[in-house]
């Protein structure tokens, strides 16, 4: 059973940034982050192949966003920039041991982690 631990959530005001971290108990070769705003369903903002570093996002952070990964010790970042108030939610980190498509599907992703809370402030 891999074990996922977010950090990094917090209060920031319109404009500024967060890095969010997901460490994970063992290597596991995709990861996603996860958000969900109260009384929206889950959306699916990054992902990455630990392995190969390919990365994709959603539109919704697509140049705000950047994912990237620390083999050393199964921790993958989300480095979140010129934050809007829109961005304001639940984030939850993902893995899943293999190869999976779609890769914003969260029922494809058997570990999560308990989520950090971002909220943005206008």
């Known amino acids: 059973q891999v074990q996922l631990m977010e950090s990094g959530g917090g209060s920031v005001q319109a404009g500024g940034s967060l890095r969010l971290s997901c460490t994970a108990s063992?290597?596991?070769?995709?990861v996603a982050w996860f958000r969900q705003a109260p009384g929206k369903e889950r959306e699916g903002v990054a992902h990455?192949?630990?392995?190969?570093?390919?990365?994709h996002y959603a539109d919704s952070v697509r140049g705000r966003a950047t994912i990237s990964r620390d083999k050393a010790d199964n921790t993958v970042y989300l480095q979140m920039n010129s934050l809007k108030p829109e961005d304001t939610a639940m984030y939850y980190c993902?893995?899943?041991?293999?190869?999976?498509?779609?890769?914003?599907?969260?029922?494809?992703?058997?570990?999560w982690g308990q989520g950090t809370q971002v909220t943005v402030s206008s």
């Open positions: 063992e290597f596991t070769f995709s």
């Open positions: 990455i192949y630990t392995s190969t570093t390919h990365t």
């Open positions: 993902a893995a899943r041991r293999g190869v999976g498509y779609p890769l914003f599907l969260s029922s494809e992703y058997p570990y």
